[in-house]
Structure formats: structure tokens, C-alpha cells
């Protein structure tokens, strides 16, 4: 996007986020990003037409107060796994530019993305497990079992 060395002074403060799962409303991407700064506004965007209308479109923009508010957002946010899908953080400004190359075989995640997790809704188990994070869940659970069998011989297997 050439923008002819003319840049909106709205859009260094405005963040593009991408990649949400569709369980994650308006409401909880504002409490995923308010820590960074005052967020002045959100634009959450929905299908208006077709078989999907009213359907979140897996996007949003949000803008903070100040540049360095929505850089340390970027920063920090860009690539941290929301519902198991790491979000795309970007200055809006940036967006068209590195949208262009449609190649995502090469992008990978920063390490603390693939340890971070976010799930929102009320119960833990709203943000779906891969297979391996279920076997992780049952050996550890397991594991606890065995420990509290050991600590306590009196208790009786079922």
C-alpha cells in the first residue's frame, strides 16, 4: 500500500488483529489488549451478507491512544495463541504491505506463543486441545494420582 510518504497520523495508533477464532467476542479481545494502553476504539468486523451473515470475519482493528500504546500491543500480542490460534498483530498501516506474500510456510512463532495460551469464556475448557495436549493433560493427571496414591497408601483404587 503506498500511501505517497503521507501516513494518517490515526493509523501508527490503530492495530490490525487477525486469525481470531470465532468464539472470541468484542468484549474479550478489549480485555486482551487493554493492558498495553487506552483503546479508544474497536472495529470487530462481522459478514453482512451470504450464508455466514452475522458471523465474526476473524479480524478487527483496534486503535490506542498513542503510538507506543499499540506498538508495545503489537510487540506483545503477535503471534500469543488465542483459542489455539496464534494471533496476526499488526500496525494497520502495515497490514496491505505484508498481506501481500500469500507464502505462510515460513512464518514461525516466537517460543513464548507456544507455551502461551488464552482461553476466554468462563470455563477452561472453551479453547480446543490438539491431540497431543490431551495425551500432555492425561499423563500428568495420571502422574497426580500416582503421587496421591504414594502419599497416602490407605487410599483404595476403584
Known sequence: MDTGGWVDEKSENRLYVGNLDLRINEAALIKMF????KIISEDFLWHTRGPKKGEPRGYAFIQ?????????AKEKMHGRLACG???VVRLASEKHREDSSHDHSKRSLPE???R???????????GQMSRNEKVAAIK????ALEEDEKQDPKKQKR
Open 34 to 37: 487493554s493492558p498495553y494502553g
Open 64 to 72: 490506542f491512544s498513542r503510538k507506543e500504546e499499540a506498538e508495545l
Open 85 to 87: 490460534r496464534p494471533l
Open 112 to 114: 513464548e506463543a507456544k
Open 116 to 126: 502461551t495460551r488464552f482461553v476466554t469464556g468462563t470455563s477452561s475448557t472453551s
Open 140 to 143: 500428568n493427571k495420571l502422574k
